[in-house]
């Protein structure tokens, strides 16, 4: 049974920094793409980086660009996302996600993902 869990949301203050993790479980996921998403309150789930698979492409969206970075450990099946220099507007659930494949534009796309965590809360203070 696959499985991911996210830890590391929390209540930070503007331009303070948090790290987020995935522990993944039930297969390794390597050689996946795997991403984070994130969640307003009123707003649709949308992507904010997405690695196709270890040591491949890496995405962001444009608002996060800079400031954001996801990262990858095989050994622990483990993904990562270092959050900078963090804004209001980042407030958000974050939750992991991994699909079996995806090309191009699909990459971005939330339908495109099987696995998902349960979520953990951002919460960044003006």
């Known amino acids: 049974q696959v499985k991911l869990v996210e830890s590391g949301g929390g209540l930070v203050q503007t331009g303070g920094s948090l790290r987020l993790s995935c522990a993944a479980s039930g297969r390794p996921f390597n050689n996946y793409p795997m991403g984070w998403f994130r969640q307003a309150p009123g707003k649709e789930r949308e992507y904010v980086a997405v690695s196709t698979w270890s040591g491949g492409s890496i995405y962001y969206t444009d608002s996060v660009k800079g400031r954001f970075t996801i990262s990858r450990d095989n050994a622990k099946n483990t993904m990562y996302l270092q959050m900078n220099s963090l804004k209001p507007e980042d407030t958000a659930v974050y939750y992991c996600?991994?699909?079996?494949?995806?090309?191009?534009?699909?990459?971005?796309?939330?339908?495109?993902?099987?696995?998902w965590g349960q979520g953990t809360q951002v919460t960044v203070s003006s």
């Open positions: 996600a991994a699909a079996t494949l995806c090309s191009g534009y699909a990459c971005y796309a939330v339908d495109t993902y099987e696995f």
